[in-house]
């Protein structure tokens, strides 16, 4: 008789249960592995709404990798989906009273100091304030992550000679856009994290990875495909109603009014929903009280799709600074084409609390407005239709006090595994660190069945001068 394998539910099929999959399959085939996804399709939150107008699909909300994202890269090419990104190594900054600024990568200088020109060039900056900027980032390459930990990003910066205006115009553009959060919330060490490690480290960290098809396509159908290539079962449209542990140390979840049972789980959904999904005795054996975890403040943010008659548009994307919109996009596929079908941009507001208190026509007039105000094309283009989506779930509020609770990716069951962006994996809630936490569950589950872990990549490797300068 042969004996059955070892069966292994994953209750989330967004990129850090899918990573997670594929991270057991590498060191482990001996696994029977399961991924129940709640939606219709996998991919969590990165996923898209068909529009009515076209039939097309269009992303909730775009989502864009950096140069310094090593894991999540890494996952794309082992899929064979990295063709699917363009990158970019430059950035624009719209602000309306100024000319648009160019931000990009020295040629000539070496890191960390391969910005400092793109820096001074910044129109909208005055002289003091670029001088603010270039200080703070001085001490902030010579401060110890371990040292901000307590610290609100808006604390440091202001103990630090940064001006409400400087922090309005530069720090929390960045921060806001990364971390989805404002200056005045996030923890001051995952900020940290995103200027060092995504700026200054080395030159190819801060590049732009924009994705060519809907994140549906990308994410739901291929990266899925994959997935299921690997003998990996997908469930979708099947949530998990609960999570039960049982006497023989095993795991009962109740999937359509059925109990099954598993040797081990991977919770690969956000924080508040582990703890909806464990029954309360599996959740405190777990070290994993709903107190803690229930009630974790998060961060909304919106887009704001918009078609129009005409391109508005010549670039792939933009950053907006002193307006209510933040970044503006471009639909890929539709660069360098004119057919009728290529007009549609979004708009990203991230940390948007303001935003939810305003109608749905006044949000797209204010943003419309903003985009005939910085590009010439928009002036005589008329609006066709818009559509406001907010996520007010987007992202967990990376605080001081959160970073603190963020639980590893082994719990006190040894049955039991923890994926997700919240988890601890030195990243705040990106794709990043969604795929680092996959493969970290991956590792403690693997653990308990005696098999070596899978690794995590350390990222790129720094410049000599960034080595000795920045202290870890």
Request: proline residues 6%; glycine residues 6%; aromatic residues 8%.
């Amino acid at each position: 008789m042969i004996p059955s394998r070892p069966r292994v539910a994953i209750v989330g099929g967004g990129l850090a249960g899918m990573s997670a999959a594929l991270a057991l399959r590498e060191q482990a085939v001996d696994l029977d592995i399961t991924i129940y996804e709640a939606r219709r399709r996998p991919g969590g939150r990165a996923g898209s709404f068909v529009d009515a107008g076209t039939g097309d699909d269009v992303d909730y909300c775009q989502h864009v990798a950096m140069g310094c994202c090593t894991n999540f890269l890494a996952l794309m090419n082992q899929a064979g989906l990295l063709s699917a990104f363009t990158r970019y190594q430059e950035l624009q900054f719209h602000h309306p009273q100024f000319v648009a600024s160019r931000f990009s990568s020295s040629a000539w200088l070496p890191a960390p100091f391969h910005l400092l020109p793109s820096l001074l060039r910044l129109r909208y900056l005055t002289w003091r304030q670029r001088a603010e900027i270039s200080w703070a980032t001085l001490l902030l390459m010579r401060t110890k992550s371990a040292s901000l930990t307590d610290l609100t990003a808006q604390n440091w910066l202001s103990q630090h000679g940064q001006s409400p205006a400087t922090i309005r115009d530069y720090w929390d553009v960045v921060i806001a856009s990364a971390l989805g959060e404002s200056c005045q919330y996030v923890s001051m060490a995952a900020a940290r994290k995103v200027f060092v490690d995504g700026f200054l480290s080395t030159k190819n960290a801060c590049d732009v990875l924009v994705p060519t098809l809907p994140l549906s396509t990308l994410f739901g159908d291929r990266l899925a495909s994959f997935v299921a290539s690997k003998d990996v079962k997908i469930h979708n449209g099947t949530p998990v109603r609960s999570v039960a542990m049982l006497d023989n140390g095993s795991l009962q979840l109740n999937v359509n009014n059925e109990n099954l049972v598993y040797d081990h789980v991977v919770m690969a959904v956000p924080c508040f929903a582990i703890v909806k999904t464990l029954d309360q005795a599996t959740a405190i054996a777990a070290g994993l009280p709903a107190d803690r975890y229930a009630s974790v403040p998060t961060s909304p943010i919106t887009g704001i799709h918009l078609w129009f008659d005409r391109p508005i548009i010549d670039q792939p994307h933009a950053v907006m600074v002193g307006t209510l919109s933040q970044w503006v996009f471009r639909r890929e596929q539709d660069l360098g084409t004119t057919s009728p079908s290529s007009h549609y941009v979004q708009v990203v507001i991230s940390a948007s609390r303001g935003v939810r208190e305003l109608s749905t026509d006044a949000v797209i007039d204010q943003v419309v407005a903003e985009l005939r105000q910085a590009f010439p094309s928009a002036a005589g283009a008329k609006l066709q239709r818009g559509r406001v989506v907010t996520d007010p779930q987007a992202v967990y509020s990376l605080r001081p006090d959160v970073d603190a609770i963020r639980p590893l990716a082994t719990t006190a069951l040894p049955c039991l595994h923890l994926a997700g962006d919240f988890v601890q994996t030195g990243w705040p809630a990106t794709m990043e660190g969604a795929v680092i936490s996959g493969r970290l569950a991956a590792s403690s589950l693997l653990k308990q069945r005696g098999h070596p872990p899978v690794s995590v990549d350390r990222g790129l490797q720094s410049s000599m001068l960034s080595r000795l300068l920045i202290r870890k």
